[in-house]
């Protein structure tokens, strides 16, 4: 994070702008609309500020800046075109620790100010921390679109009864739930609609029949994370990361997949070690179990898709067998993901008629795949867990039949940031795939739709993530 957002309490403290013209008209503007007592210097005004000095609503010295401007104010505002007059402004806040902004300058700025989507009470704040004021306009512009305009009613009613609820429901899960199904269902529509009597009637049947409830049975949702990217989480994946109470996840899932879920949900790391596999997982198993017996919406987020590798059978046969309710999310899987960012296409009519995932783990120290059926002509294999033993496989589908020349392909944490390839033959991938180091999660294709994509880009750089 570049800046740090806070919510300032700007009501009847005094706040210093520097200049009249009308990018300054705008802050007091703003500023009178949040409380503050403006004091205003410059040697010239426009219109609007001289309106604003006749009604006393401002105050003006009509003569230049001095240091002593300063003292005893919450914030000082520059907004002039004087250069050096705003340098000046600036260094001596700065000397004094005065929060400052210079309009468009964000060098000589201690603080920036955000793109504001007003919906008073909600005050929705946006920054690209000074890298794209243009760019948080827009985003700006979507927010007030998806946002109705009466969302202010919904909190200012919320607000009548939070001291009621608090005393009425004391656990924080149990508010939370409330609190969602208020503004989720049809009090939140009556609010909305500014009907107060009759939302009043509802929110207190509401709270009537939750106070009256007892702890709800909690159930485990096997959530697919996808491969990394956070934009191809689907959008049920989304809602329940919004709504768990306890997030157990593993270390495929990204930072940035996580960051979508609610801030306050606990959130449990269960990365598995391979050494230790076996216990660990029944670990989990028996977590995901205690969790939900006391009541947790559990969302067991897994990478990819929770059933393609992910031994999500197991945690199903588990819980199941405790008693729990179970829902099984989809995910995008590796395979398709790494494809997609690649746009190699896993089957095509001339080259390739199927497409097989295998693991590439080894079981009791040998990878035991059919090497037959891996190395028949005309389709793709995708190795999922295979960079370790990428050697033994490259050189038993040799052996098996498959030209020595067959294309391949790794891909290093395919859809994210981070996405490295490394592409070349059955002969040459083991030695290239060691000059490349590669650490993260890899995922290796084979077959002739690797040189289709390799003959239309010989960079093989194609992204499939075009950005917002
Ligand atoms: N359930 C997961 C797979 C878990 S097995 C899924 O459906 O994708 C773990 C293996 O998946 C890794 O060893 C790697 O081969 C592959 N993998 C997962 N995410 C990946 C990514 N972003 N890029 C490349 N490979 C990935």
């Known amino acids: 994070m570049q800046t740090f957002p806070i919510f300032l309490a700007l009501h009847d403290r005094p706040v210093l702008v520097v200049g009249g013209g009308e990018p300054a008209a705008r802050k007091v503007e703003l500023l009178l609309s949040a409380g503050a007592r403006v004091s205003l210097i410059a040697d010239t005004v426009v219109g609007e500020i001289a309106q604003l000095i006749a009604e006393a609503r401002i105050s003006w ?6 240091d002593g401007d300063l003292s ?11 250069e050096a007059l705003a340098a000046r402004v600036s260094h001596a806040a700065q000397q004094r620790s005065l929060p400052v902004n210079v309009v468009d300058r964000p060098r000589l700025s201690s603080f920036i100010m955000p793109a504001i989507v007003d919906r008073a009470p909600i005050t929705i704040a946006i920054s690209t921390g000074g890298a794209a004021p243009a760019l948080a306009r827009r985003i700006r512009a979507e927010i007030e679109r998806a946002l109705p305009a009466a969302i202010g009613r919904l909190a200012r009613f919320a607000e009548i009864f ?10 924080p899960r149990d508010r939370r739930r409330f609190w969602d199904r208020v503004f989720a269902g049809r009090t939140g529509e009556l609010a909305l609609a500014g009907d107060e009597i009759a939302a009043r009637r509802e929110l207190i049947r509401l709270l009537d029949s939750t106070r009256n409830e007892n702890t709800p049975a909690g159930m485990v949702h096997l959530v697919g994370a996808g491969p990394g990217d956070p934009d191809l ?24 997949v996580l ?34 017996r006391a009541g947790n919406s559990v969302v067991r987020l897994k990478g990819g898709d929770p059933l393609v590798f992910g031994r999500g059978g197991e945690e199903i046969e588990a819980l199941v067998r405790a008693g729990i309710a179970v829902e099984v999310v989809p995910g995008i899987t590796a395979a398709l993901g790494c494809a997609a960012s690649a746009a190699i296409p896993l089957t095509h009519r001339d080259h390739a008629q199927a497409c097989v995932f295998v693991t590439g783990q080894l079981k009791d120290g040998t990878v035991a795949l059919d090497w ?5 002509p005309r389709q793709t294999v995708v190795v999922y867990m295979g960079a370790e033993t990428l050697p033994i496989i490259a ?33 040459t991938i083991e030695q290239q795939a060691r000059r490349a180091d590669l650490e993260g999660p890899t995922l290796c294709m084979i077959g002739e739709v690797i040189g289709l994509a390799l003959s239309r880009d010989p960079e093989f750089r194609f992204v499939s993530r075009i950005g917002l």
Do not use: C
């Open 233 to 256: 989480l689907t959008m049920k994946a989304h809602r329940l990361l919004q709504r768990a109470d306890v997030i157990v996840y593993d270390r495929l899932v990204s930072p940035e």
């Open 259 to 292: 960051a979508m879920a609610r801030r306050d949900a606990e959130r449990i790391f269960v990365g598995k070690r391979r050494a230790d596999h076996g216990s660990t997982q029944q670990e989990i198993n028996q977590r995901l179990v205690s969790l939900a």
């Open 162 to 171: 939070r001291a009621q609820v608090r005393r009425t429901l004391e656990s």
């Open 395 to 427: 050189a038993r589908l040799i052996e098996h039949g498959l030209p020595s020349s067959t294309p391949v392909a790794l891909i290093e944490n395919g859809t994210t940031n981070q996405e490295r390839r490394v592409v070349g033959t059955l002969a």
């Open 72 to 82: 005893g104010m919450a914030l000082a505002i520059v907004a002039t075109d004087d």
């Open 61 to 66: 010295a009509g003569r230049s800046f001095d």
């Open 372 to 376: 037959p059926m891996l190395a028949r």
